[in-house]
């Protein structure tokens, strides 16, 4: 038996919600938000998407997998510099673009923690074949850079969420960088 046709586009409907849960995080949104943000009733909403944590999964997995896109993209540059420039330039612009809530969802939501480690462990494997190829200093704690590199990129969520313009995240990474061997 077929039900009711979906009167709503679920990947835009999506993308909402992860907005909502970016701007107020997991334990501050309701579904009642959810709903009203989305423009969707509850039931479609549970249709859709499941309960509330098969949601933020969804959400969450959406916005990892477009910064995991990006962070490999800027790790393939041919050199650690150039690599991290890219991820601290691009965390600058992302972090205060209007479209979207300031700020990183993945920096600031503690139920993303294990996809931060994994991208830290991933800068960690490049700052050591940095290493490997004469491209970093000979021993270089490639465990040290990765978690002072997104450090660096945390605090910048942090600023922007608080207000900092482009301009001010700019000068954090650029001091970010100044400090890299």
């Given amino acids: 038996m077929a039900g009711r046709p979906r009167s ?74 150039e690599a991290v420039t890219e991820i601290l330039v691009l965390t600058a612009a992302a972090h205060t673009d209007e479209g979207t809530p300031p700020g990183c969802f993945l920096a600031s939501e503690p139920r993303l923690a294990a996809q931060r480690a994994a991208l830290r462990e991933r800068l960690a494997r490049r700052v050591q074949q940095a290493v490997q190829d004469g491209d970093a200093p000979e021993g270089t704690d490639a465990e040290q850079v990765a978690s002072y590199v997104m450090a660096a990129h945390s605090g910048m969520s942090s600023r922007a969420r608080d207000g900092a313009s482009s301009a001010a995240l700019m000068a954090i990474a650029q001091m970010a960088l100044n400090a890299l061997p």
């Fill in 8 to 81: 709503f586009d679920p990947e835009t409907a999506l993308i909402v919600a992860m907005e909502q849960f970016w701007r107020e995080g997991y334990e501050a949104t309701t579904i009642a938000k959810l709903t009203e943000s989305m423009g969707i009733t509850p039931p479609s909403l549970y249709a859709a998407f499941g309960d509330k944590d098969e949601l933020f999964a969804a959400a969450g997995k959406l916005y990892v997998d477009t910064i995991t896109a990006q962070f490999e993209k800027a790790l393939a540059l041919p050199t650690l510099r």
